[in-house]
């Protein structure tokens, strides 16, 4: 039936309007939509026929998977997809993104020839216009990344922006970014072509099948419900696009899929007089909120407004559906900016002006993976208008997650699992896209937090630091604070201190990261996630040594750094583990790993119910004493002795702060500066935390925020999971091995790959940049993502970066490859490979020289304390 | 303009712009020619010489609304009593209120007046007046109030959708006031505008107790009977009245006990009265009842009095000043409407072509309604003919025709002295209680008897906006009608724009675009209906927009300036439900 309606299509394609086709190809599949009954069972069912879904049964056929069926509720390619602007842009702020565009692009442009269905490519270039400085920076550090990953782009000036598109006024232009191999295309065909070598392949295609619910046995995939009947299958990919939200919450067992759609418009025009060729290249204007592109010598606009429609809070409405209508008093503000951009267009006449929505996510990062809590529901939905662009490779990243276990890259950042069900508020969702469709042509400066959908989690602390100036950023809906802004101090509006260049607490953070060196600092961080495993028997200890790549079989009261590896010996987190005792430990990872990490734990862990993992984040707010002068706190508190031989590095002990009893203490810090985490049962929160500010006040104590933990950790070369580490490092190639149990003849996840490479070499590794002839002042500062060139080639992507007080200089972390000369081929980097290169780091098209270094600078580290502190600590304490 | 009484008080010719002597129109002893006085000269103006160069500016679209004013009847009034007490018969009499303080500088001689006025901070050193934009909106908003008839799964059954209310004050404090509730005994919903004048005191008291009476006049007998023995048996009540209220509607918990009083005597007398026909409850008749039983009760409390000397002095205050009455009672498509004096109900109708039109549910009781002037002059010997009207006023006095209190047009002579003269001392200092009519011959002058008109809601019907005389006489109905249905419309399903099938061209539409959201712009800042009217009643310029300046330096008036230019204006707008409507319509 499939072929059939393809066929009709392909007869029809001498019309150019897909328009038309579209309803040519309703007419054709709902005559025939009747007879049609389900196979029972498949191996892999997809819902939804839009571009995602075509494109995952796209790449699971092409990797040789037969046995799939993919659902359609209306027709194939009539969502989302039908009324898509159709513009294929590689120009992204993520790398990942970008190579998922890039991929998309290839792919789509070969498409035609594959199928035979004209999918209306025409490579057209796009042009991003830049209105302001601050917006070609961040232009110049798009085309910066654009180049290394190989897709050409320029920065051109005004002048030459005027050649490219004939209408276009560019006297309030300060630049722009050239994008020649970006394209169009009809994104309705795109998905039928990919339907039609998906069908090729094998995959079955019904449309007019709605998915009720997907039936889940012991949190595994074992069927989908749909209204012509039931399918089992082993795996289930929810592309439903908008809908995916409500599909996932309809299961038994509910997957959360954070998203939410927004209407979104764009103005169709009669062609010009002299029609627009079809080559004319699309222009972005984001400081004007809009796109525009040549459509049938006419030209098709649209934009990203400031006041979002949000739609389908309440799920799916019929009646909302209907109404979705031209409303050109939203669109007047873009039709405004339109006419300035191209006044000459005033005479154009008006064809349509189109209402279809779009999906947008929590952070404007489209969603895929598996789901935390059944396994074999995979996602790939909330595209964030650029479903399109992202299509392709994204739906080849999935099929090598279904087929492989995991994608081909890192796709942390895209991970469903970056989310929980705390996100998953329908109020939520609908007051953060109207922040986040906005954002698309927003600039996007250096630490930007998002404003809607905040004060979700926070510590029992939060108004005690609010009152005292703390400035507040989110993660995983938990809020820390940034810094601490003093009393006499007046910062610039919000607005104003969105720079690329210094920001405006530069100073403030040098006073908390210089009371962090010389007194004590306290800093709450409670939002790391802690689990706690415990067994009757040594169940615990031989999971978690299989689990994790250090040995864990250490004394009670020790603490182990250690990984959590995959069987590629990769990063899935990276984590401390306390002994509390024998039989149970305690686990701190970093604050957005509360969901991936809880599945990681359940999917590798035996049924045994002798064997308990609990989530305690919530049950302890986390006080970081850090700085020499900690030592003297903590003591004077607790009279009990906290010297070196009595309380030795990376040791916990249960112990009372104050009056609080109960309070566990663990000599370390996440940044390599002396000090003492306290993990306190809430209902002491704000005791300890007087206690310690009352008593820390003779020795110069005061509130610091992550910024001066960020300098900190950055200066001594300390890696994060999710900036710098991911599931593709190994601990081999960031100099962690020592953390690695290799030559304990144990058994662990990831032992084979790691003992492989350890004979083979690594291909890139971790290492710390010192900026040479960087200005604080007066250059643009780092962020994370700056290209690394060494000897003038490209050699990797920094990762993170910040200012070191210390040092006063800029400290980059990132990854250095080795990519052969002839072939880009990866190939082993040593140290001395390291050791002799001329460095440079690429700051929005400015090289920096750059100082290698693979070990942490040891001057840095003052665990030395001063000998007349030891004597009076201990006179204190006995 | 030669008339204007104000030149002649002016010794130096000056317009006394800042003169501290506004005070209530209503009770005006002097028949000034005009609302508003329009200077000779306007010479000197230091309040506005710095902000508005020339004076007139401000003035002219004043000018103008008093003309409209003149050709839509509005009665000619003078604002400055104090000083233009030219009239023939009381041209020496200072009158002052004491009610307030604001009020009880008043009686000083004209020279130290004009110290006062020069004393001034502002009169020495002009300033601005400027507002911002969300200034103006604080004090525009300040008292709005929203009403949403809540739904019932999903469908709402009430011929109402809700209510949007909003008043401003010109006089301090308010003399307005205004009451919205629902019967929980009967169905219907009550709502009311109430304009005093000499004082808030009977407004209040008629805003609070009102609604109770008719409620109770509305009530069945069974109904009557089981709260009066539920009293008897100290039983908790039957609520009769869901109130809707603003915070700043406050009600007098001092006297609630008296009202009560007062109220359960009514509804004795109603059960006693019962004759055992059980038939229906005439709505028109049950208005009519409450009227004149709570005016009634208003007179007798004060010929009582209360032994608390707070609550006896209340209850005079009461029954001295005045009130009008507009109550709207809503039960279906059933509309009454009872209006005692001169506020007004006006019910905004939407054509099929969608254009607007105004049907007045209300005769207004004043000197422009002849059939008022003929019933007054009828019910009095003729010889009164010529007095009992005066310069448009009521014995050349009071602008309404029909109020509740104001017991000095409706006691006799005897008995309004013997009640002063054993009322409380602030009662004897007050020389207005104390000053009798002139041709005060056969009272009652005054009646609170409503006029009813009944109206049968139909789906065209979309809204009713019930106001005091402060809207009416700076804007036509018909603006006031199209002004509040542009807005609702607006901003629940506006016009959308659809190009289907005309050729328009990018430019055309941009500017059309543009044209559209400069009108929108005024309605998006407010969320109330009352508000956007109040917007535009104050803010309007020649051209039927709202001027941001003026309406700023309208806002900015001190309050002693502020009642030259309007009065208070309080306004309800309630809007129908036209699907709840046109079912009612479909079931007959």
């Given at each position: 039936m499939f072929h059939r309606f393809l066929s009709i299509i392909r007869s029809q394609r001498t019309s150019p309007r897909w328009q038309n086709q579209c309803l040519a190809r309703s007419s054709a599949s709902a005559s025939e939509a009747h007879s049609v009954t389900l196979p029972a069972q498949a191996e892999v069912v997809i819902c939804g026929g839009g571009i995602t879904g075509t494109s995952v049964a796209y790449h699971l056929s092409k990797m040789g998977w037969k046995d799939i069926v993919l659902l359609e509720q209306g027709r194939l390619a009539a969502g989302s997809t039908r009324f898509c602007a159709g513009i294929l842009s590689t120009a992204r702020h993520l790398t990942i993104e970008q190579k998922m565009a890039d991929y998309s692009n290839k792919l789509y442009q070969q498409l035609e020839q594959e199928t035979g269905i004209q999918t209306g490519y025409v490579r057209t270039g796009s042009v991003f216009l830049a209105q302001t400085q601050d917006r070609l920076i961040s232009l110049k550090r798009i085309n910066s990344r654009l180049n290394v990953i190989g897709i050409p782009s320029e920065i051109i000036s005004p002048k030459k922006v005027a050649e490219l598109h004939p209408f276009l006024n560019m006297h309030d232009l300060v630049g722009a970014m050239h994008v020649p191999e970006d394209a169009v295309v009809s994104s309705a065909d795109v998905a039928l072509a990919l339907a039609s070598a998906a069908s090729q392949n094998g995959v079955q295609i019904y449309d007019r099948t709605s998915v009720l619910h997907v039936m889940v046995k012991k949190g595994q995939v074992t069927g989908v419900e749909t209204d012509k009947g039931q399918i089992e299958c082993r795996y289930f990919v929810n592309c439903a696009g908008q809908w995916a939200y409500e599909l996932g919450l309809s299961n038994e067992e509910p997957v959360s899929i954070p998203l939410h759609a927004c209407e979104h418009f764009y103005l169709l025009t009669r062609p010009l007089e002299t029609p627009l060729q079809n080559n004319t290249p699309t222009i972005v204007d984001p400081d004007g909120r809009i796109y525009i592109r040549n459509w049938q010598g006419g030209i098709l606009s649209g934009g990203f407004e400031k006041n979002p429609k949000p739609i389908f809070t309440e799920g799916k409405n019929q009646l909302e559906i209907q109404n979705l209508q031209e409303d050109w008093d939203h669109f007047e503000p873009l039709l405004s900016s339109l006419l300035r951009r191209m006044p000459e267009l005033e005479t154009l006449e008006i064809m349509k002006l189109v209402n279809c929505p779009e999906t947008f996510t929590p952070d404007m990062r489209c969603i895929m993976g598996e789901s935390p809590a059944v396994r074999g529901y995979f996602v790939l939905a909330g595209m964030n208008s650029a479903g399109l662009s992202f299509g392709g490779g994204a739906g080849k990243y999935l099929a090598e997650w279904i087929v492989n276990g995991y994608p081909s890259e890192n796709v942390w950042e895209l991970d469903l699992k970056r989310f929980g069900a705390l996100q998953s508020s329908r109020t939520f969702l609908r007051h953060r896209v109207m922040e986040v469709m906005p954002l698309i042509y927003d600039l996007k400066v250096p630490r930007w937090d998002f404003q809607t959908g905040r004060q979700l989690r926070t510590s029992p602390l939060y108004d005690r630091l609010d009152a005292q100036g703390a400035r507040w950023m989110e993660k995983h809906g938990f809020e820390r604070p940034k810094y601490f802004v003093p009393p006499d101090?007046?910062?610039?509006?919000?607005?104003?201190?969105?720079?690329?260049?210094?920001?405006?607490?530069?100073?403030?953070?040098?006073?908390?990261?210089?009371?962090?060196?010389?007194?004590?600092?306290?800093?709450?961080?409670?939002?790391?996630?802690?689990?706690?495993?415990?067994?009757?028997?040594?169940?615990?200890?031989?999971?978690?040594?299989?689990?994790?790549?250090?040995?864990?079989?250490?004394?009670?009261?020790?603490?182990?750094?250690?990984?959590?590896?995959?069987?590629?010996?990769g990063y899935e987190n990276d984590c401390s583990i306390a002994r509390l005792s024998k039989r149970s430990f305690f686990m701190i990872s970093p604050t957005d790993q509360q969901v991936h990490c809880w599945a990681w734990l359940r999917k590798h862990m035996p049924e045994d119910s002798s064997l308990v993992l609990e989530d305690v984040t919530w049950k302890y707010t986390a006080l970081n004493l850090i700085g020499p002068r900690a030592v003297d706190v903590l003591s004077e508190l607790s009279y009990a002795p906290m010297t070196p031989d009595h309380f030795p590095t990376l040791f916990c002990k249960e112990m009372s702060v104050g009056y609080a009893n109960g309070i566990r203490v663990m000599s370390m810090t996440h940044t390599g500066e002396p000090g003492f985490m306290l993990y306190i049962p809430i209902e002491y929160a704000l005791h300890v935390y007087n206690e310690v500010m009352n008593v820390g006040q003779k020795y110069g104590i005061r509130n610091s925020g992550y910024y001066a933990l960020r300098s900190l950790r950055i200066e001594k070369f300390f890696a994060f999971w999710g900036q710098d580490l991911n599931t593709l490092t190994t601990p081999l190639e960031c100099g962690r091995e020592s953390r690695v149990k290799l030559d304990k003849g144990m058994d662990f996840m990831g032992q084979d790959a790691l003992l492989q490479q350890k004979q083979n070499g690594v291909y890139k590794r971790f290492t710390m940049f010192i900026l040479e002839d960087h200005d604080t002042d007066l250059d643009l500062w780092p962020w994370w993502g700056e290209p690394i060139y060494r000897n003038g080639r490209y050699a990797g992507q920094t990762t993170s970066s910040a200012y070191s007080y210390s040092l006063e200089r800029h400290v980059c972390l990132g990854f250095v490859h080795n990519f052969s000369e002839d072939t880009g081929e990866e190939q082993v980097v040593t140290v001395d490979f390291i050791n002799r290169g001329e460095y440079e780091i690429d700051i929005a098209g400015c090289r920096f020289q750059a100082k290698a270094k693979l070990y942490p600078i040891a001057s840095l580290f003052t665990h030395k304390r001063r000998k007349d502190d030891v004597e009076l600590s201990d006179l204190h304490g006995k | 303009m030669g008339r204007c009484c104000c030149r002649c008080c002016c010794p130096r010719g000056l317009w006394m712009l800042s003169a501290p002597c506004c005070d209530d129109r209503r009770m005006c002893v002097c028949p000034g020619p005009r609302r508003i006085g329009i200077p000779v000269r306007s010479s000197s103006l230091p309040l506005f010489s710095d902000a508005m160069p020339a004076p007139t500016q401000l003035f002219f679209p004043l000018v103008r609304n008093c003309e409209l004013s003149r050709i839509y009847g509005t009665a000619c009034y003078c604002h400055h009593k104090h000083l233009c007490c030219s009239s023939p018969y009381l041209s020496q009499s200072h009158l002052r209120y004491t009610n307030h303080p604001a009020y009880a500088t008043f009686s000083r001689p004209k020279e130290s007046w004009w110290q006062y006025t020069q004393g001034r901070r502002y009169a020495s050193t002009p300033q601005k007046f400027y507002l911002t934009p969300p200034q103006v909106n604080s004090i525009l908003k300040a008292n709005e109030y929203s009403f949403k008839v809540p739904e019932f799964d999903g469908k709402n059954v009430s011929s109402i959708l809700g209510f949007d209310s909003n008043q401003l004050p010109a006089n301090a404090p308010i003399e307005d006031r205004r009451s919205a509730a629902t019967c929980l005994q009967t169905r219907g919903m009550l709502l009311g505008v109430f304009d005093g004048h000499a004082g808030c005191a009977c407004s209040q008291a008629v805003s609070e107790r009102l609604f109770y009476?008719?409620?109770?006049?509305?009530?069945?007998?069974?109904?009557?009977?089981?709260?009066?023995?539920?009293?008897?048996?100290?039983?908790?009540?039957?609520?009769?009245?869901?109130?809707?209220?603003?915070?700043?509607?406050?009600?007098?918990?001092?006297?609630?006990?008296?009202?009560?009083?007062?109220?359960?005597?009514?509804?004795?007398?109603?059960?006693?009265?019962?004759?055992?026909?059980?038939?229906?409850?005439?709505?028109?008749?049950?208005?009519?009842?409450?009227?004149?039983?709570?005016?009634?009760?208003?007179?007798?409390?004060?010929?009582?009095?209360?032994?608390?000397?707070?609550?006896?002095?209340?209850?005079?205050?009461?029954?001295?000043?005045?009130?009008?009455?507009?109550?709207?009672?809503?039960?279906?498509?059933?509309?009454?409407?009872?209006?005692?004096?001169?506020?007004?109900?006006?019910?905004?109708?939407?054509?099929?072509?969608?254009?607007?039109?105004?049907?007045?549910?209300?005769?207004?009781?004043?000197?422009?309604?002849?059939?008022?002037?003929?019933?007054?002059?009828?019910?009095?010997?003729?010889?009164?003919?010529?007095?009992?009207?005066?310069?448009?006023?009521?014995?050349?006095?009071?602008?309404?025709?029909?109020?509740?209190?104001?017991?000095?047009?409706?006691?006799?002579?005897?008995?309004?002295?013997?009640?002063?003269?054993?009322?409380?001392?602030?009662?004897?200092?007050?020389?207005?209680?104390?000053?009798?009519?002139?041709?005060?011959?056969?009272?009652?002058?005054?009646?609170?008897?409503?006029?009813?008109?009944?109206?049968?809601?139909?789906?065209?019907?979309?809204?009713?906006?019930?106001?005091?005389?402060?809207?009416?006489?700076?804007?036509?109905?018909?603006?006031?009608?199209?002004?509040?249905?542009?807005?609702?419309?607006?901003?629940?399903?506006?016009?959308?724009?659809?190009?289907?099938?005309?050729?328009?061209?990018?430019?055309?539409?941009?500017?059309?675009?543009?044209?559209?959201?400069?009108?929108?712009?005024?309605?998006?800042?407010?969320?109330?209906?009352?508000?956007?009217?109040?917007?535009?009643?104050?803010?309007?310029?020649?051209?039927?927009?709202?001027?941001?300046?003026?309406?700023?330096?309208?806002?900015?008036?001190?309050?002693?300036?502020?009642?030259?230019?309007?009065?208070?204006?309080?306004?309800?707008?309630?809007?129908?439900?036209?699907?709840?409507?046109?079912?009612?319509?479909?079931?007959?």
């Open positions: 101090k007046d910062l610039l509006a919000l607005e104003q201190s969105k720079t690329f260049y210094k920001p405006d607490w530069f100073d403030i953070v040098e006073a908390e990261v210089k009371c962090c060196k010389e007194a004590v600092c306290v800093i709450d961080m409670s939002s790391f996630t802690k689990f706690e495993i415990t067994s009757t028997g040594d169940q615990a200890l031989d999971v978690l040594q299989f689990l994790f790549s250090n040995d864990l079989d250490v004394p009670v009261g020790h603490i182990v750094h250690t990984g959590m590896l995959n069987e590629t010996g | 009476y008719i409620a109770v006049s509305l009530l069945p007998h069974e109904t009557l009977l089981e709260i009066e023995n539920a009293v008897e048996s100290g039983r908790a009540l039957l609520p009769i009245l869901q109130w809707h209220k603003h915070p700043n509607d406050y009600f007098s918990k001092e006297a609630s006990k008296l009202y009560f009083n007062s109220l359960r005597t009514y509804w004795q007398e109603l059960i006693d009265l019962n004759t055992g026909e059980s038939a229906d409850i005439d709505v028109k008749e049950a208005l009519i009842n409450a009227f004149k039983r709570l005016d009634n009760d208003i007179s007798l409390e004060a010929q009582v009095g209360d032994p608390n000397s707070f609550l006896n002095y209340l209850v005079l205050r009461v029954a001295f000043s005045g009130a009008t009455a507009c109550v709207a009672h809503v039960d279906g498509v059933d509309l009454h409407v009872a209006n005692t004096g001169d506020s007004r109900a006006m019910l905004g109708v939407q054509e099929e072509d969608g254009s607007w039109s105004a049907v007045t549910l209300s005769n207004d009781h004043n000197a422009q309604n002849e059939r008022e002037v003929e019933r007054l002059k009828l019910e009095h010997p003729k010889n009164e003919a010529k007095s009992v009207v005066k310069q448009d006023r009521l014995l050349g006095l009071l602008m309404p025709f029909r109020a509740f209190g104001d017991v000095k047009f409706k006691w006799s002579i005897d008995l309004q002295k013997r009640v002063i003269e054993s009322g409380p001392d602030q009662l004897n200092d007050n020389e207005y209680t104390k000053f009798i009519p002139p041709n005060y011959h056969t009272p009652p002058y005054l009646t609170a008897e409503p006029e009813v008109t009944y109206h049968r809601l139909r789906p065209q019907d979309k809204f009713l906006v019930l106001a005091t005389d402060g809207l009416w006489e700076t804007m036509h109905r018909h603006d006031v009608v199209k002004i509040v249905g542009e807005y609702l419309t607006g901003m629940h399903h506006q016009q959308p724009i659809a190009v289907g099938g005309y050729k328009v061209t990018l430019g055309q539409m941009h500017g059309l675009l543009t044209e559209r959201r400069a009108k929108m712009s005024s309605v998006f800042e407010d969320q109330n209906a009352a508000t956007h009217l109040i917007r535009h009643a104050v803010g309007n310029n020649e051209f039927g927009a709202v001027d941001h300046e003026r309406l700023s330096k309208m806002l900015s008036l001190p309050e002693e300036l502020a009642r030259m230019y309007r009065d208070d204006i309080t306004i309800i707008v309630v809007q129908f439900n036209s699907h709840v409507v046109g079912a009612y319509q479909n079931q007959e």
